[in-house]
């Protein structure tokens, strides 16, 4: 994520390793002239390539690429039939945009507490469940998945749609299945704090052939228009609707191509630094982030400290030997924005306050995150360590209420 100067080592995962792929695959796009995806005068096709290689990555029979996360995740909910009106549950530690897009597909989102791993609590969820829940977007945060087993179960046991907002997660794994295809659809960011990179950028992932089709004609104005060039989207079989246009350029899916097959073996890079990091300061007595599947994160070093305060402390000691850290969200659950908290949407307010979920804001408060880097060093990872040892508590304190 964005560290400025100052820090050892570059942390935008995608930009770490930017390199001639990217401009080559640029450069060729713009020679050709035809940055739009369906026509031009010498297409390439390469949205088409990207979406088809996505999908191998998210282990998915479909992915459709759309022009932002918060596009995507809308995308998906209309494409698996979302009702208005009808709730979404949704962690209370995510980025705003997994809000926006419940907003967007004409939801109502409802929030719950995460557990101790940051990511939607099961049994929260559960409790959240009325007769009005259609669904969940459980959040992979930081590049760690959400526990999918158990939350999977609540699902199915309500008859709710899983939408996983992968948008921090391309990469990541559980339990040996790449996330984006462990729930009924997955949605994906490019933006430059992701782990690919186009600036924008979005992806939807879907197996099930009906949802892809829906998912396809939403993103290109509902399928089914006529212009000069005549162009239909979607199957003959399935009726049209209105749509919009959430379309990726030919530009952004060639930069995202060239980035593709580094992501994989970037996250196991990063995965191995943390489990070295972790290692190195075992005889600490550190609270790590519960992690549901280790084996499959793509490398996140999250810990709590005993309050606010002594997270803020901690921070500012990495700061100042060179390692980035800082506490996710400015340790504010996505409840705290006012626009959120007061249910205000573009058409009025739709929501009444909801209730304050404190576990959540107690974990995220006293929360710190380690910011690594694709291109880190061995020295990088030693200065690390010791600027972690020498900053952490030796002693185990009582949890203090935030
Ligand atoms: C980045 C992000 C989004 C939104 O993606 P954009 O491409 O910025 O629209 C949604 N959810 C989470 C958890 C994110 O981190």
Known sequence: MSEGPGTRYETWRALALWGEEEEAAALEVIRSRSLFRYYGPDLRHRTE?????????????????VSSGTA???????????????????????????????????????????????????????????ERTWGVMPVHLANVAADMGPIT?????????VIEDAAQAAGVG????????????????FQL????????GGAVTVTDADVYDRVARYQDQGGQFTTSKGATRGTADSPPFIGTNLRMTELTAAILSAQLPRLVPMCRRLRDVARQVRAETADLPVRWRRLPDEDGSGGDLTLFLGSR?????????LNAAGIPAHTLYQGQP???NRAVREGRTPWGVEWQRPPRLRTSEGLLGR????????????????????????AHPRQERSETPT
Do not use: C, W
Request: hydrophobic fraction near 50%; charged fraction near 20%; charge should be negative.
């Open 49 to 65: 390539a990207f979406e088809a290689a996505f999908s191998d990555v998210a282990g998915v029979a479909h992915t459709v690429a």
């Open 72 to 130: 995507a995740l809308t995308a998906a909910m209309i494409g698996l039939g979302i009702p208005p009106g009808a709730e979404v549950i949704v962690p209370a530690v995510t980025f705003v945009g997994s809000v926006g897009a419940v907003v967007a597909a004409r939801g109502v989102p409802v929030f719950a507490e995460v557990d101790d791993s940051l990511t939607l609590d099961p049994a929260s969820l559960e409790e959240r469940i009325t």
């Open 153 to 161: 179960q609540v699902a199915r046991r309500h008859g709710l749609r």
């Open 174 to 189: 559980y339990r040996g299945r790449p996330v984006g295809g462990l729930g009924d659809a997955g949605a994906f960011s």
């Open 193 to 200: 704090d992701k782990n690919i990179t186009a600036g924008e």
């Open 309 to 317: 305060l002594e997270a803020r402390g901690f921070v500012a000691d």
């Open 334 to 336: 996505v409840t705290a």
């Open 367 to 390: 929360s710190v995150t380690i910011g690594l880097g694709a291109a880190m060093t061995d020295e990088d990872v030693d200065a690390l360590v010791t600027a972690f040892r020498k």
